[in-house]
């Protein structure tokens, strides 16, 4: 329950805030009316911002440049004995500046390995 006390005026909503709320009610099995009134809009407002959306009117305003990072290879066979199942399953190790370490078996979905790496970045 909200209670307003002055005069109530509009509020003003972050593009990031919106892309939010538009990722959440384009979930499979997700009610745009169920999301609107969690977020307390309206369902045209909700609307709106998917025209907006699908124009190319909304979008997130600080978006990263992408940029190239050094990558190293290393022949494991050289330097170390390997396990007789590491040929069998070779896996992509990726090092972030922070000393986030992600191990990933060479089969990975490259979308399911963009979303790790994007929420990884925040």
Same mark, same amino acid.
């Given at each position: 329950?909200?209670?307003?006390?002055?005069?109530?005026?509009? #509020?003003?909503?972050?593009?990031? &805030?919106? +892309?939010?709320?538009?990722?959440?009610?384009?979930?499979?099995?997700?009610? *745009?009316?169920?999301?609107?009134?969690?977020?307390?809009? !309206?369902? @045209?407002?909700? /609307?709106? /911002?998917?025209?907006?959306? #699908?124009?190319?009117? +909304?979008?997130?305003?600080?978006?990263?440049?992408?940029?190239? $990072?050094?990558?190293?290879? !290393? =022949?494991?066979?050289?330097?170390?004995?390997?396990?007789? *199942?590491a040929?069998? &399953?070779?896996?992509?190790e990726?090092? $972030?500046? &922070?000393? *986030?370490?992600? #191990?990933? @078996?060479? =089969?990975?979905?490259?979308?399911? +390995?963009? #979303?790790? +790496? !994007?929420? $990884?970045?925040?």
């Amino acid at each position: 329950m909200e209670i307003i006390t002055g005069v109530e005026r509009r #509020r003003r909503w972050r593009a990031e &805030d919106k +892309l939010r709320v538009l990722a959440e009610a384009a979930q499979p099995g997700a009610r *745009t009316s169920e999301v609107a009134r969690r977020h307390d809009i !309206s369902r @045209g407002l909700l /609307w709106y /911002w998917r025209r907006q959306l #699908r124009q190319g009117r +909304l979008t997130a305003p600080h978006a990263p440049e992408p940029l190239f $990072l050094p990558v190293q290879v !290393s =022949d494991a066979a050289a330097s170390a004995p390997v396990a007789p *199942t590491a040929a069998t &399953d070779p896996r992509i190790e990726i090092a $972030l500046p &922070d000393g *986030t370490l992600v #191990r990933v @078996g060479a =089969d990975v979905d490259a979308a399911a +390995l963009r #979303r790790v +790496l !994007s929420v $990884l970045r925040r």
